[in-house]
């Protein structure tokens, strides 16, 4: 197929994808829930304060509770590391041993 008209195709069906995408928008945080006229629900900043008042109590009163984020566990930090590079380097390990041998290997090495 001629070069020129699959770029060509590439470059409308992407700018047709980005026109018709529907638009997202983003709010930025509020209190409370917001009606349609603008209008802020209950939850006032006095609520607010109080309720980050009693979060850093119990934090203080449980030490040994952490932060709350995983860092070693499969589904935290520390362990989505270890998985995702167990993944790619078995990819990159598959890639590096297929491309010691065949049609385009150098000739003398293996």
Do not use: C, H
Request: charged share 10%; proline share 2%; glycine share 16%.
């Amino acid at each position: 197929m001629n070069t020129k008209i699959l770029l060509a195709a590439s470059l409308i069906a992407v700018f047709t994808i980005g026109l018709s995408a529907q638009s997202s928008v983003a709010f930025a945080q509020y209190m409370g829930n917001v009606g349609s006229e603008g209008q802020t629900g209950s939850y006032t900043l006095e609520e607010a304060l109080e309720i980050q008042t009693r979060r850093v109590a119990s934090a203080d009163a449980n030490p040994a509770a952490g932060s709350g984020t995983p860092y070693i566990s499969a589904d935290g930090v520390v362990g989505a590391a270890v998985i995702a590079g167990a993944v790619f380097g078995g990819i990159a390990g598959a890639f590096f041993l297929k491309g010691r041998s065949g049609k385009y290997a150098a000739m003398g090495r293996g």
